[in-house]
DNA sequence: CCGGATCGTCGAACCGGTTCGCACTCTCAA
DNA sequence: TTGAGAGTGCGAACCGGTTCGACGATCCGG
């Protein structure tokens, strides 16, 4: 493999004055620079990204860590992935993915071993463990996800609250005065996935407020178990004229439990999700859903993340925290109660 | 952050005698291992990646290709993701994830960077433009997906003839005589995606043999598309009790179409499908299967280039093209005509 | 005609690890 | 008493880039 070392042999220069050439970074003259890319040419000559670490203490290398727990939906998680690694590679970046279970232990490796110039953390959790040492780090992060505490990181989330409330707002101005919300399991909850709660809250403040009976409910993350859950919720509610689901399992699920009860919606139920465009259409979901805009929100975060990282931002200047505001998505599965 | 230097001078010993005490490879004295080791804890030392990548040409990072084609169905891919990320962390590498459109280009930096120790290409295609470049390349490679020429990597895939054959043979022996099959779309085929027809020839000569007779045909990759696909199908072969699915997107659309048209399983039709159990489950579908085992697939893959890389199998060694056989997952939706 | 700025290039140092060769100290057997 | 050999540690070189300071040449104005 060619190094600049033999780029300069063959252009008869100096190791430095190839450098120079190549990131033009002093002037340098036009014969020079021609016989420097020539050789660039002939050898095939490429940097080696090791050595330009270490010389520039920087990799083009953005850490993306994606936990894939047991009680979430991985699909789901696909699309910020995504949204992530295109918008890094957008910018110059390459993405390293961490998977693995324990989240916490491979933080400290890539941020103390320098493989990353920053970082971008799915699935945050309101206390979560790696957000100590993503502080500690020496490179900047960017969340997906809100956590109770934001200092020292850029926040990415959609605005859960209002979600919650404007799919309670759309079956009311519909007409509906009891509906049910399936959110996610509870112990998604438990272990801090605020946003379960964020919506509900929400949900239950603004049917309050319009005098609907809201029964909140959490759904399992898989099948069968999910599908039952939805048949007890439809069950134990016969007055429900509507149904919001917050859990894209439940969500997949749906189809099948009403053809399986016989109910067609939005005759018999009024339906209405939160999941993004992609996801419906993925999985044939015919719900009208307040959109969750992942990829959008994997943009945001590693633009700022680039930028933070290219000092654009200062270190010290303050941080953001940004929500998406959700928007609804008409999909026909609402109507007037019957 | 510490460097090995700071580790010697707090050890009071030299830069050297501090990295042959890290890594074992000479016999360090217990007194001055127990002093160094002190000095690691309490500077909180961790090697400098880069500088390491430089200084052993070795970077511990496994570059992952995947493509997101329009026409391929996103989440079937993150399961190989998985099983590669996972079982590359097992063996103490990370992953470089590159999603980029262009994976020629792609790939060509990656290794011309030294940025890898290995590729794991996936959904390989028949004649796969990633390929040479692959074979040029420093670093070994390995693929899931079968391509013409298996020369200089590592092969492996799911032997999508016997799948093929197995499903045939499955609904035969039940006394179906007249079945369909729903294939990727057409222009996969075009692109080089040759699983699509191995599975088919298999299936029309397997049929063939026996004296059924199978109406091949291709459907899209999204709705609401497949699900016109999968009615024209069914509208153009009333006499077919048989259905089967090399098709993700009709797989998941198929039970809302079913249902539109009043049709239950087994009892109005057999289906079986051809995915992994993880997809089922992800996706509710009730539908018998052959398995793909995409975790499998990635994780030998993986296994494999890992002895590549750390020499247990010489350069020269010859390469591996090894098929997981099927397995048919029976999950009750398959029966014999009515 | 001289002095200072500007341009273009080079040598050397540095980033932070690993590894080779050598030297020193002991031990033990001839 | 001496020499071989094992056990330990050190210094220096190297991996392949980037960047700083210096230096010669050219150009300009006074």
Not at 163 to 178: I, T
Not at 221 to 235: I, K
Request: net charge negative; with cysteine; proline share 4%.
């Amino acid at each position: 493999m060619a190094t600049i070392g033999d780029v300069a042999r063959v252009a008869g220069v100096s190791r430095s004055t190839a450098s120079y050439a190549l990131s033009g970074k002093r002037a340098i003259s036009t014969d020079v620079r021609r016989r420097v890319e020539e050789a660039v040419r002939e050898l095939g000559y490429t940097p080696n990204a090791g050595a330009r670490a270490l010389a520039t203490s920087q990799t083009m290398v953005i850490g993306l860590l994606a936990q894939f727990l047991e009680d979430e939906f991985a699909p789901a998680m696909l699309q910020y992935m995504l949204g992530v690694s295109n918008t890094a590679r957008e910018h110059g970046y390459d993405i390293l993915l961490v998977t693995e279970a324990d989240g916490t232990r491979a933080l400290r490796r890539i941020t103390d071993s320098r493989m990353v110039d920053g970082i971008v953390l799915l699935n945050v959790a309101e206390h979560d463990e790696r957000l100590p040492i993503l502080r500690a780090a020496a490179q900047p992060g960017a969340l997906v996800g809100l956590p109770a505490d934001c200092t020292g990181v850029d926040v990415f989330d959609l605005d859960f609250e209002e979600a919650g409330r404007l799919m309670v707002e759309h079956l009311h101005r519909l007409g509906h005065r009891e509906v049910a919300l399936v959110s996610q399991p509870e112990h998604v909850v438990e272990r801090g996935g605020a946003y379960v709660w964020r919506l509900q809250n929400a949900a239950l403040e603004a049917a309050r407020a319009r005098g609907m009976t809201l029964h909140a409910t959490f759904g399992s993350a898989h099948q069968p178990e999910v599908g039952r859950d939805l048949n007890a919720v439809l069950d134990a509610h016969p007055g429900a004229t509507g149904l919001l689901i917050n859990n894209e399992a439940a969500a997949a699920a749906l189809p099948s439990v009403l053809h399986g009860r016989g109910m067609s919606v939005p005759h018999d139920l009024s339906v209405i999700g939160r999941y993004s465009d992609e996801f419906a259409r993925t999985f044939s979901l015919p719900y009208s859903s307040v959109e969750s805009a992942p990829d959008r929100l994997g943009r945001m975060a590693v633009r700022q993340l680039v930028r933070r990282i290219e000092g654009e931002v200062g270190q010290e200047e303050p941080h953001v925290v940004r929500f998406v505001s959700p928007e609804l998505v008409d999909r026909g599965s609402t109507g007037s109660p019957s």
